[in-house]
């Protein structure tokens, strides 16, 4: 399968913990995001790369989330110092270069801080 | 910032019935997406509008792409039990896509 894949697919943290999220885009895309999502609501954006560059970071993402796609192709996204708020599922997608372009989703990566 | 209103935020329907829902925003939209998502997993694309009046289907779901760039609209016909799920539209605004809130689908056997 050539998709988004994310990993872990689950993560439980205890508070002030440290955690670390990675994604795989489709191996031909240039573009990836993050987003985020909470039970009953849509995803909500944090940010995107294209190739290695940062491009855009949302106000959501705070001092303590950090995000990486050092040689243009896996990201990770890191939480430092994790609150209970930060539980939610964290989405990894991708698209090839031009916004309108089809936006394809990995299957999140779910964390539970306790 | 952009936001979408999506509706309904629900539906329970009897299995072989249409379903129909539909997005809409304040601000101008270049493209909408329809998503589905299952518990748990990610938003999976079943349709995507790139144009003004644009009508596309995908098997038995039809979405179509609003005159004014602000609204769309998506169908189901004869829904079937593995239709239910969380339907989302997604529009590309502000160089992000953005979500609406989502029609949580139910379909009584």
């Known amino acids: 399968d050539t998709g988004v894949s994310q990993d872990p697919r689950h993560k439980i943290t205890k508070r002030g913990q440290n955690v670390t999220f990675r994604c795989d885009p489709i191996s031909e895309h240039n573009r990836l995001y993050w987003y985020r999502q909470t039970l009953g609501q849509g995803p909500e954006f944090l940010t995107y790369?294209?190739?290695?560059?940062?491009?855009?970071k949302s106000r959501l993402l705070s001092d303590r989330f950090s995000a990486e796609r050092p040689k243009g192709s896996f990201s990770t996204l890191e939480i430092q110092r994790t609150e209970q708020g930060d539980s939610a599922m964290y989405l990894c997608?991708?698209?090839?270069?031009?916004?309108?372009?089809?936006?394809?989703f990995g299957e999140g990566s779910w964390l539970t801080v306790v | 910032g952009q936001q979408l209103n999506q509706s309904p935020q629900s539906m329970f329907i009897q299995e072989g019935e249409d379903v129909s829902m539909n997005c809409t925003s304040s601000s101008i939209f270049n493209t909408w997406l329809w998503y589905k998502q299952d518990p748990g997993e990610g938003p999976v694309l079943l349709i995507a509008l790139y144009k003004a009046g644009e009508l596309t289907s995908n098997g038995r779901l039809t979405a179509q792409f609003g005159i004014t760039r602000k609204d769309s609209f998506l169908n189901i016909s004869a829904s079937i039990p593995s239709d239910v799920g969380i339907y989302f539209c997604a529009g590309w605004g502000a160089q992000k896509l953005v979500f609406g809130q989502g029609t949580r689908l139910t379909i009584n056997p």
């Open positions: 790369f294209q190739n290695e560059a940062q491009l855009e």
């Open positions: 997608a991708s698209s090839s270069t031009g916004f309108g372009n089809t936006i394809y």
